[in-house]
């Protein structure tokens, strides 16, 4: 295995050696007298080297010994591991030059009741079993310097508590609960291994790698899996991680009631679709739930681990445990130790040499101690094979780790050099404390801090259980340090074809869509749609994003888009049409003003006006033009000017019109004697006043409209979809029509004086044309207001610019045209008594009447024109 030391040869070779001196064979060791050894300073340790019987703990009544016989080889690695680093200490020169540091090493069995005992006892004053009751214990020197251990949570808590009150340093090589890094409650309190809430970060890290947010977490019924399992809720709340089940299992000898919350959390769990359960727990309480899981054949999952049962050496002898799925959990990796298991198997060849227990014996009696000698009883009836499991993933730096800490700080106290040791008043554990705050020291390769909370950071080897044999080897497939590297394909799942298993309440949504939760989990939802308008900002929103109103979307969006400004192009084609039937009507208009500029002298220019006529088409070509304002980008000058250049030329060309209508009405339906004098006023130049009259009303109802509501350039981000539409805005519509009435009541004269007038035979009449002008002209306007209000905003300059083409066309064709044609298509028509009623018998009637139109056009020798 990558990373761990090259035990092959040296392991075997220690282990014949073992069995040449008859360890093999079950002889005595004197292996539990190797955990003490004197020195001027002395460190206190606590490891669990063996586990009380399940039962009877519950069940006491005196306080009276416990029975710890289940061995613990862990235990004893880690007490190994503690002996090798004094050894080093006291063999170099670094640290402590010219002192030696001691040990008293001893066995917690991983019960509270147990780990007091040694505590007390190194809490006793120096050279004796007593622990005095003093009021100032500032001078007091116990019989331990520090205390090493203990391991677990739940003993640290209580111990942490103990030590703290005397000040005296405890560096923990296994206590990772959270609740340890509380300085007003444990101020003398240190440990090698992070805090769990850093394990838990990288559980959770894990956890959102496989994009497994469905799972369940299990904690054991201890100090330590109680804050890891609420811990883990906090964090995986805040990470979209849902917790289906949860609960926390008891330890083995806990009431038969609470043991069946277990198998109804087991059953929740097997019946859902949680493929992922988090087991934070200790190495006892997950046995004691892979007995159950087992039993009650519980489908395989994926057991994210905790690092307290990750590396236990209780579970893998559990029958059927290599079937109950896939086992993933962080170690703390540490720096390598090459040469403990060489270390370890020399410690045990000398257990089994007589002449070396009997120098033991010499060297320090235990007579003593009679209370708590021996210290690892089980340790001097182990066989090599008690070991050689574990030293295969063994977890030793961290213990040994505690000790350079220790001596680092005894280091700065007694301001040692490269060569010696100042010689002073012995150091206190209080004095030692105020060193370790802070503090910096070298491991091996590794250089560790303590910090403010008395933590240190060290980095995590992602481990695998790979099943060889029916006995489990770690396989490292990530590391973690502060970010989680994975190497996905090296994990053996337990699913069919090695799929990476899915643990999710509620499928993926797909790109564009939220989601709408059901229930009391963010994990199990419906998968919605965003509309248009709206997008999914990120994959955890639960409500689409409105689009700024200067940006669209489509539906099932994830980013909004910049809207285009919308507006009547030149380029369009319904502009481009527009355009080509200005064309045609200016051109027409032209034409007909050119035609009646060559023949001014022509009894049909006299009979239509004269110059009144040329004002009039030359005002309906500025209608025509009045058009161009309407395509193009809008802006404030040209939303102004399109309302007046329409109606100003509209008015004039209007007014010329209905002054023809009034000299045929007044000559075909008024008396003779006010016919004569009506005709004055309708005859130019005094008819111009009339088109003066009406020009100037038109212009102020057009400056008061400008002047009060004037149009103004907006846009509108609402209107369209995907565009911004920038258009002109009439402020009222109340203007707007009043603006219009003028000449809508110009058009309603004209139309009155010649719908009723009496046609005279022989004579032209231009009544008609000047009816069906009017006619268009309303039919043209009529159409306009409800096509206006219906037709979408973006094309109503299109609807404008139509409308007044269309009337402009009306006009021309109706009045204009039919004179342009006899012009050219019938010359001899264009004469006195046809159009003015003059010539042969023509007499005084036909002289007054000249200038006036008759009502109707007959048939001549050389045209008969349409009725």
């Known amino acids: 295995m990558p990373g761990l030391p090259p035990l092959g040869f040296h392991l075997l070779a220690s282990l014949g050696l073992l069995a040449v001196l008859g360890l093999a064979v079950g002889g005595p060791l004197c292996l539990s007298r190797q955990l003490k050894m004197h020195g001027d300073y002395m460190l206190g340790g606590l490891f669990p080297m063996s586990s009380a019987e399940i039962s009877g703990l519950g069940y006491r009544t005196q306080p009276e010994s416990t029975s710890c016989k289940r061995f613990s080889a862990l235990g004893l690695l880690w007490a190994l591991a503690v002996k090798m680093a004094v050894e080093e200490i006291n063999n170099g020169s670094d640290l402590l030059p010219g002192l030696r540091l001691g040990y008293d090493l001893f066995d917690t069995c991983a019960e509270p009741v147990v780990a007091m005992k040694p505590s007390l006892l190194f809490l006793a004053k120096a050279g004796s079993l007593n622990l005095a009751a003093y009021c100032n214990y500032t001078q007091y020197q116990p019989r331990v310097l520090a205390v090493i251990g ?48 850093v394990q838990l970060k990288a559980v959770v890290e894990l956890l959102m790698f496989f ?71 200790s190495a006892r309480a997950a046995l004691s739930l892979f007995n159950y899981s087992i039993h009650s054949q519980l489908e395989p999952k994926v057991w994210v681990a905790s690092e307290a049962w990750l590396a236990s050496d209780l579970l893998p002898t559990l029958p059927g445990m290599d079937q109950v799925g896939t086992v993933l ?126 933590n240190v950071e060290m980095m995590y080897d992602l481990k695998l259980w790979v099943w060889r044999d029916h006995k489990p080897e770690f396989r490292t497939v990530g590391v973690f340090n502060s970010r989680l590297w994975l190497r996905p394909s090296q994990i053996l799942w337990h699913t069919p074809g090695n799929q990476v298993p899915v643990s999710q309440c509620s499928r993926q949504c797909a790109q564009g869509q939220i989601r709408r939760v059901k229930g009391y989990h963010s994990c199990c939802y419906d998968c919605m749609d965003c509309k248009a ?67 001014w002298h022509s009894p049909m220019v006299r009979a239509s006006g004269g110059s009144l006529a040329c004002f009039g088409l030359a005002c309906l070509g500025l209608v025509c033009l009045s058009v161009l304002l309407f395509p193009g980008w809008p802006s404030p000058a040209s939303c102004l000017a399109q309302q007046p250049l329409l109606h100003l030329p509209l008015t004039g060309c209007l007014s010329t019109l209905l002054l023809q209508a009034a000299a045929i009405f007044a000559e075909s339906e008024l008396p003779p004697s006010w016919t004569g004098r009506l005709q ?102 009529v159409s306009f207001v409800p096509l206006l209000a219906n037709v979408h905003v973006a094309y109503q300059p299109a609807v404008q610019m139509g409308a007044i083409l269309l009337c402009a066309l009306g006009i021309l064709v109706t009045v204009h045209l039919p004179k342009c044609y006899l012009l050219l298509w019938h010359p001899a028509l264009n004469n006195l008594e046809f159009f003015l009623g003059e010539g042969p018998g023509g007499g005084g009637e036909m002289q007054g009447n000249r200038g006036a139109v008759s009502p109707d056009l007959v048939t001549s020798p050389s045209v008969t024109p349409a009725q």
């Not at 009431?255 to 087991?279: C, D, F, I, P, Y």
């Not at 961290?398 to 150091?427: D, I, K, T």
């Not at 669209?552 to 994830?558: A, G, L, V």
């Open 211 to 281: 994009k497994w947010n469905w799972v369940a977490a299990v904690g054991s019924d201890d100090e330590y899996g109680r804050q890891g399992l609420s811990i883990f809720s906090s964090l995986a709340s805040t990470h979209g991680i849902c917790i289906a089940h949860e609960g926390l299992v008891p330890l083995p000898r806990a009431h038969s009631t609470r043991l069946g919350q277990v198998e109804k959390l087991l059953r929740a769990v097997n019946q859902s679709n949680v493929q992922v359960v988090v087991l934070f727990a």
């Open 533 to 599: 308008g709206t997008y999914r900002h990120s994959t955890d929103d639960l409500w689409c994003s409105p689009c700024r109103q200067e940006e669209w979307s489509p539906d099932r969006s994830t980013r909004c888009f910049p809207r285009r400004p919308k507006f009547l192009t030149w380029g369009e084609p319904v502009t481009l049409g527009l355009l080509v039937l200005l064309g045609l009507v200016l051109g027409l208009t032209l034409a007909a003003l050119r035609l009646f500029t060559l023949h």
């Open 680 to 781: 004055g006023w309708l005859r130019a130049p005094r008819a111009w006043l009339v088109v003066v009259l009406a020009v100037v009303l038109e212009a102020a109802l057009c400056a008061w409209n400008v002047a009060a509501f004037p149009s103004e350039v907006v846009t509108d981000w609402q209107m369209l979809p995907q565009e911004a539409l920038v258009h002109c805005r009439t402020r009222s519509w109340v203007s707007f029509g009043l603006v219009h009435a003028l000449n809508a009541m110009l058009a309603f004269l004209c139309f009155l004086g010649t719908f009723l007038v009496q046609s005279r035979p022989g004579r032209y009449n231009p009544a008609r044309g000047l009816t069906f002008a009017m006619l268009a002209y309303f039919i043209t306007w």
């Open 329 to 454: 959990g962080f170690l703390m990796r540490g720096a390598q130790l090459p040469e403990f298991s060489d270390y370890v198997a020399t410690r045990l060849a000398l257990a089994a040499d007589p002449a070396f227990c009997a120098s033991l014996e010499a060297a320090q009696p235990g007579q003593d101690e009679p209370e708590v000698w021996p210290r690892c009883p089980q340790c001097d009836h182990i066989t090599p094979q008690n070991l050689t499991t574990r030293l295969l993933h063994h977890q030793t730096f961290a213990a040994y780790a505690a000790v350079y800490g220790v001596a680092q700080a005894l280091h700065n106290a007694l301001r040692c050099s490269a060569s010696s040791c100042p010689a002073h008043e012995p150091v206190r554990p209080w004095q030692l404390l105020e060193k370790m705050y802070n503090m910096t020291f070298r491991a091996r390769d590794l250089e560790l801090t303590f910090d403010a909370s008395g």
């Open 150 to 197: 203990p391991h677990s949570s739940e003993l640290a808590l209580i111990t942490g508590k103990f030590f703290s009150f005397f000040l005296m340093p405890q560096v923990s090589y296994g206590a990772s609960t959270d609740r340890l890094s509380t300085r007003e409650t444990f101020p003398s309190f240190f440990r090698t291994v992070p805090s769990d809430r």
